[in-house]
């Protein structure tokens, strides 16, 4: 016989769960999980942090400012003295009232040899970036590698080859081979740097240009150079720093006429008497230049740094 079955009871509705979590207590679900930090907090700290940074690399620069209205007694004590009498003796020896040795023709040898060396790394720069990102010729990453190692060798390796070159021609306390010598000096980082910056150049720019007619040097001049303007101030700002500053060159292949301004800091420097608050106000004045010049470009600095960064 065959045994009967009881069916199984059918659920025509929806089926409920009685589990805990379906149920509706009318609160909302608390989130597992880190809270969230306050932007605000992180701004405040980082610009703490910026500040105290800012503060720990000018305290030597103020420091120097100050020694520099001391007398040479005055800045020579141990611990040295912040509230000492404030003078111009220094600034009165720098410009030779006392000792007769005016700086302004160091001076002006700075300023001939970093200005018209930064005209000629420009120059030479542009075009050289514009065949390395533009129109990138055939392995042109060997030609990178090749301007890089350029600056691999220290100069103080190449100073005595240097310095019988300049014997052997006559050039020697030359106003216009130190010029030359920062020329090919800053030339590999200027075009590293106008590089990243004319890469940013658009295509299309000067696709339209060459379909208009635009000879190359006309594209130069009136399509890349305006927009590639921030860079270019960049470039020439970090070239123009690096020749004002360069002390070892000039040192070696200058004499009386050609002598540049880091030279002439350097003969404040003597084995007798006291000297210190008169080489920071030959610092202090050598160095007004420089900052002139970074305040000036500040804006076309900030603008070509972040344009050769940021792709």
Same mark, same amino acid.
């Given at each position: 016989?065959?045994?009967?079955?009881?069916?199984?009871?059918?659920?025509?509705?929806?089926?409920?769960?009685?589990?805990?979590?379906?149920?509706?207590?009318?609160?909302?679900?608390?989130?597992?999980?880190? %809270?969230?930090?306050?932007?605000?907090?992180?701004?405040?700290?980082?610009?703490?942090?910026? @500040?105290?940074?800012?503060?720990?690399?000018?305290?030597?620069?103020?420091?120097?400012?100050?020694?520099?209205?001391?007398?040479?007694?005055?800045?020579?004590?141990?611990?040295?003295?912040?509230? =000492?009498?404030?003078?111009?003796? =220094?600034?009165?020896?720098?410009?030779?009232?006392?000792?007769?040795?005016?700086? @302004?023709?160091?001076?002006?040898?700075?300023?001939?040899?970093?200005?018209?060396?930064?005209?000629?790394?420009?120059?030479? %720069?542009?075009? %050289?970036?514009? %065949?390395?990102?533009?129109?990138?010729?055939?392995? @042109?990453?060997?030609?990178?590698?090749?301007?890089?190692?350029?600056?691999?060798?220290?100069?103080?390796?190449?100073?005595?080859?240097?310095?019988?070159?300049?014997?052997?021609?006559?050039?020697?306390?030359?106003?216009?081979?130190?010029?030359?010598?920062?020329?090919?000096?800053?030339?590999?980082?200027?075009? @590293?740097?106008?590089?990243?910056?004319?890469?940013?150049?658009?295509?299309?720019?000067?696709?339209?240009?060459?379909?208009?007619?635009?000879?190359?040097?006309?594209?130069?001049?009136?399509?890349? =150079?305006?927009?590639?303007?921030?860079?270019?101030?960049?470039?020439?700002?970090?070239?123009?720093?690096?020749?004002?500053?360069?002390?070892?060159?000039?040192?070696?292949?200058?004499?009386?006429?050609?002598?540049?301004?880091?030279?002439?800091?350097?003969?404040?420097?003597?084995?007798?008497?006291?000297?210190?608050?008169?080489?920071?106000?030959?610092?202090?004045?050598?160095?007004?230049?420089?900052?002139?010049?970074?305040?000036?470009?500040?804006?076309?600095?900030?603008?070509?740094?972040?344009?050769?960064?940021?792709?």
């Amino acid at each position: 016989m065959s045994t009967l079955t009881p069916a199984a009871p059918q659920n025509f509705g929806p089926a409920r769960s009685t589990s805990p979590t379906a149920l509706n207590t009318g609160r909302t679900p608390r989130r597992r999980g880190k %809270a969230r930090m306050d932007p605000t907090r992180n701004n405040t700290a980082a610009g703490i942090a910026a @500040w105290l940074l800012a503060l720990l690399f000018a305290v030597p620069v103020l420091w120097m400012i100050l020694t520099s209205f001391h007398s040479e007694t005055d800045a020579a004590t141990n611990p040295p003295s912040i509230a =000492a009498n404030l003078t111009l003796d =220094a600034y009165r020896e720098f410009f030779g009232e006392t000792s007769g040795v005016s700086p @302004w023709p160091s001076l002006i040898n700075s300023a001939t040899a970093s200005i018209l060396s930064t005209v000629l790394v420009l120059l030479l %720069a542009f075009p %050289a970036a514009y %065949a390395l990102s533009i129109r990138p010729v055939k392995k @042109w990453t060997d030609v990178m590698f090749f301007f890089l190692s350029t600056k691999m060798m220290p100069v103080v390796a190449a100073i005595l080859p240097l310095y019988l070159f300049a014997r052997t021609v006559g050039a020697l306390d030359n106003i216009w081979f130190l010029i030359l010598m920062y020329t090919s000096m800053n030339l590999p980082i200027a075009v @590293w740097m106008m590089r990243s910056f004319l890469a940013e150049v658009p295509e299309e720019m000067l696709e339209a240009a060459q379909i208009d007619g635009a000879n190359l040097l006309l594209i130069l001049r009136k399509i890349i =150079a305006p927009v590639a303007m921030p860079g270019i101030a960049a470039t020439a700002l970090i070239c123009f720093i690096f020749s004002w500053n360069e002390l070892l060159l000039a040192r070696v292949l200058t004499g009386v006429v050609a002598g540049t301004a880091p030279v002439f800091l350097t003969g404040f420097v003597s084995g007798q008497g006291l000297f210190l608050a008169q080489v920071c106000a030959a610092a202090v004045v050598i160095s007004l230049p420089v900052l002139f010049a970074g305040f000036a470009a500040q804006d076309k600095l900030v603008q070509g740094l972040s344009l050769g960064a940021v792709k």
